[in-house]
């Protein structure tokens, strides 16, 4: 029987051995770094923990078979675990002063026809002629994934 050759040992690649060898395939898994579990990981930092990727699956009667098969438990979410911080100088859950929040808002009461963007407008650019800076740098660009007012300067321009 030939061997089948996963390539990667993130969740996908593992999830993938995992269903070809309970069809009694003989499976091979390369990863090139030196763990597994690929993008996902925790992080250990002062203000708490950081998961670099996904830090949750939706539960289902397949998942905890799976899990039960290969001896995973499943770790219920904690109810503290739900809150969402955006660090503005400390980990804070409004990361918007009250002032930010009223232009904001101000700004969403303009038709809809100036919340268009316009032509070669940067997302970056459309954050800050619509919610303004600090909505941009402090829930845009987090929300977008992006680290760095400066990475949003350059993504796609609509």
Known sequence: M???????????GLTTAYFLTKQSLKV???E????V?????????????VETAANGL??????EAMCADIGVPL???????????????????VPLKLSEI????????????KLRPRQFETIADWG?????KGATDYLLTPALGESTPEILNNSARV
């Open 28 to 30: 091979r898994i390369i």
């Open 128 to 132: 800050r002629r619509v919610i303004g």
């Open 58 to 63: 939706l539960n289902s009667v397949r998942l």
């Open 2 to 12: 030939p061997t089948i050759t996963v390539v990667g040992a993130g969740f996908s």
């Open 75 to 93: 770790i219920p979410t904690r109810k503290e675990g739900r809150k969402r911080f955006i660090y503005r100088g400390k980990p804070k859950q």
């Open 37 to 49: 579990g690929g993008l996902i990981k925790t992080i250990h930092t002062p203000n708490g923990l």
């Open 32 to 35: 090139k770094t030196d763990r």
């Open 102 to 113: 009223m232009k904001m808002a101000l700004r969403f009461g303009v038709s809809a026809r």
